[in-house]
């Protein structure tokens, strides 16, 4: 008996008529078509999930985004606000505030320390200066206060008050009876006589010494250049630890007691050559117009500028200070309007006649006085050397000073 089976039906597809081997081809090939629609399904699934992903983490990161931007427009308006708040404020009249206060300060410190420096300057020749300590005491209290009007008006007062204090002290200042009048300078050693000039008399200490039986020489308390806390010494350990028998202060420095020294203090910048042969500020002193005088083996010079002398090392010494008050017998020095130089004290100077050279102290004078008093006692050549405070003057002890410790100074050796 024959069984005979009705066709597969599927949908879209007719099998009738098509042989068993065709059928089987077919079916396998719908299997495998839809494996592949299902494996595409699940990529797409899978792509669409990971899409999916993505825009949930862009939505976060734009969430993220918009809170910072909904800060930082706060923080604008803010800045905004204070920006136009700023712009409504007078910026000049700010600036111009700040600027005064500012020139208030440099300006009533610079007049305090001036005035302290004063204050200084008058204690060194040991005068009572109590009522004067308390008004620079109440300047600095009201510098601490930023009262600088009243700062200023107290250093006024004290300044007028510590010129009243050294006209006294000039004026009382009466050269002794006793006193030898002679416009004439010893021939040697030292003398203390009157010199009278067309400004007025003044007492003044000499000591002269012929350079053919002296030996003149500069000594300096460091060995080499020194810009701060510079070492110094008194006159009297000059003359001693150089068998010296007489000797003088030298040039200008910046004394540790001074505000304005603070970080320079004890040094000086001119130019000086000791009698090791070395040379101070020699570099910053290459175009100086300042004087100098060179002190060689029986002969003493004079130059106008210190530019005028190289680096020479056979004298024995070399020192520049200023002003030069005499050149070649001319008056070269009478007043160039500095208030230090136009005050009355004791003026220490280096001077030449010839082949003598003389050191000594004009007292109660001023730098013009001093210059006329050079003139009037016959010198060929004069400077000024360093005086107020640091005014010395040595001939078998003290006759001017001792004054503070210095740096350098001119000292005279027996050959």
Same mark, same amino acid.
């Given at each position: 008996?024959? &069984?005979?089976?009705?066709?597969?039906?599927?949908?879209?597809?007719?099998?009738?008529?098509?042989?068993?081997?065709?059928?089987?081809?077919?079916?396998?090939?719908?299997?495998?078509?839809?494996?592949?629609?299902?494996?595409?399904?699940?990529?797409?699934?899978?792509?669409?999930?990971?899409?999916?992903?993505?825009?949930?983490?862009?939505?976060?990161?734009?969430?993220?985004?918009?809170?910072?931007?909904?800060?930082?427009?706060?923080?604008?308006?803010?800045?905004?606000?204070?920006?136009?708040?700023?712009? +409504?404020?007078?910026?000049? *009249?700010?600036?111009?505030? *700040?600027?005064?206060?500012?020139?208030?300060?440099?300006?009533?410190?610079?007049?305090?320390?001036?005035?302290?420096?004063? /204050?200084?300057? &008058?204690?060194?020749?040991?005068?009572? $200066?109590?009522?004067?300590?308390?008004?620079?005491?109440?300047?600095?209290?009201?510098?601490?206060?930023?009262?600088?009007?009243?700062?200023?008006?107290?250093?006024?007062? /004290?300044?007028?008050?510590?010129?009243?204090?050294?006209?006294?002290?000039?004026?009382?200042?009466?050269?002794?009876?006793?006193?030898?009048?002679?416009?004439?300078?010893?021939?040697?050693?030292?003398?203390?006589?009157?010199?009278? $000039?067309?400004?007025?008399?003044?007492?003044?200490?000499?000591?002269?010494?012929?350079?053919?039986? $002296?030996?003149?020489?500069?000594? $300096?308390?460091?060995?080499?250049?020194?810009?701060?806390?510079?070492?110094? &010494?008194? *006159?009297?350990?000059?003359?001693?630890?150089?068998?010296?028998?007489?000797?003088?202060?030298?040039?200008?420095?910046?004394?540790?007691?001074?505000?304005?020294?603070?970080?320079?203090?004890?040094?000086?910048?001119? *130019?000086?050559?000791?009698?090791?042969?070395?040379?101070?500020?020699?570099?910053?002193?290459?175009?100086?117009?300042?004087?100098?005088?060179?002190?060689?083996?029986?002969?003493?010079?004079?130059?106008? @500028?210190? @530019?005028?002398?190289?680096?020479?090392?056979?004298?024995?010494?070399?020192?520049?200070?200023?002003?030069?008050?005499?050149?070649?017998?001319? &008056?070269?020095?009478?007043?160039?309007?500095?208030?230090?130089?136009?005050?009355?004290?004791?003026?220490?100077?280096?001077?030449?006649?010839?082949?003598?050279?003389?050191?000594?102290?004009?007292?109660?004078?001023?730098?013009?006085?001093?210059?006329?008093?050079?003139?009037?006692?016959?010198?060929?050549?004069?400077?000024?050397?360093?005086?107020?405070?640091?005014?010395?003057?040595?001939?078998?002890?003290?006759?001017?000073?001792?004054?503070?410790?210095?740096? +350098?100074?001119?000292?005279?050796?027996?050959?």
């Amino acid at each position: 008996m024959t &069984l005979k089976m009705k066709p597969s039906k599927i949908p879209g597809f007719q099998f009738s008529g098509i042989s068993s081997f065709t059928r089987k081809f077919l079916l396998n090939k719908l299997a495998v078509i839809i494996m592949v629609y299902s494996m595409a399904f699940l990529s797409l699934a899978l792509y669409s999930y990971q899409i999916y992903q993505k825009n949930a983490a862009i939505r976060s990161e734009i969430r993220s985004a918009n809170r910072e931007k909904e800060d930082i427009a706060g923080k604008l308006s803010v800045a905004q606000t204070n920006y136009e708040t700023l712009k +409504n404020e007078d910026q000049y *009249l700010r600036n111009n505030t *700040l600027e005064e206060e500012i020139n208030n300060i440099q300006e009533t410190y610079k007049n305090a320390v001036a005035v302290y420096e004063k /204050l200084l300057d &008058l204690k060194s020749g040991e005068e009572y $200066t109590a009522d004067l300590d308390g008004s620079i005491a109440n300047i600095f209290s009201l510098l601490s206060q930023k009262n600088y009007a009243s700062a200023s008006a107290e250093i006024i007062s /004290l300044s007028s008050n510590i010129k009243k204090k050294t006209d006294e002290i000039n004026a009382s200042y009466k050269i002794p009876e006793s006193i030898t009048a002679s416009n004439s300078p010893p021939v040697s050693g030292y003398q203390r006589q009157k010199v009278t $000039t067309d400004t007025g008399s003044f007492m003044v200490d000499l000591i002269s010494a012929d350079v053919g039986s $002296t030996k003149v020489i500069v000594d $300096t308390a460091s060995d080499s250049d020194c810009g701060n806390d510079c070492p110094v &010494l008194s *006159l009297a350990d000059y003359v001693k630890r150089n068998n010296a028998y007489a000797g003088i202060n030298g040039t200008y420095f910046c004394p540790s007691t001074y505000p304005s020294c603070a970080g320079k203090t004890n040094s000086f910048d001119l *130019l000086v050559m000791n009698h090791k042969k070395t040379y101070f500020n020699s570099g910053n002193n290459v175009y100086s117009n300042n004087p100098a005088v060179i002190f060689g083996d029986g002969y003493v010079r004079f130059v106008s @500028s210190a @530019s005028e002398w190289g680096r020479d090392t056979s004298p024995n010494g070399v020192l520049s200070n200023y002003p030069l008050m005499l050149l070649n017998s001319d &008056l070269r020095f009478s007043g160039d309007g500095d208030e230090k130089k136009a005050s009355r004290g004791g003026r220490s100077f280096v001077a030449n006649k010839g082949n003598t050279v003389y050191i000594g102290v004009v007292f109660s004078a001023t730098v013009a006085d001093s210059a006329k008093v050079m003139k009037v006692l016959g010198f060929e050549n004069a400077i000024n050397l360093d005086n107020g405070g640091s005014t010395a003057l040595w001939y078998g002890g003290y006759k001017a000073g001792p004054g503070r410790n210095i740096p +350098n100074a001119i000292l005279f050796v027996k050959k």
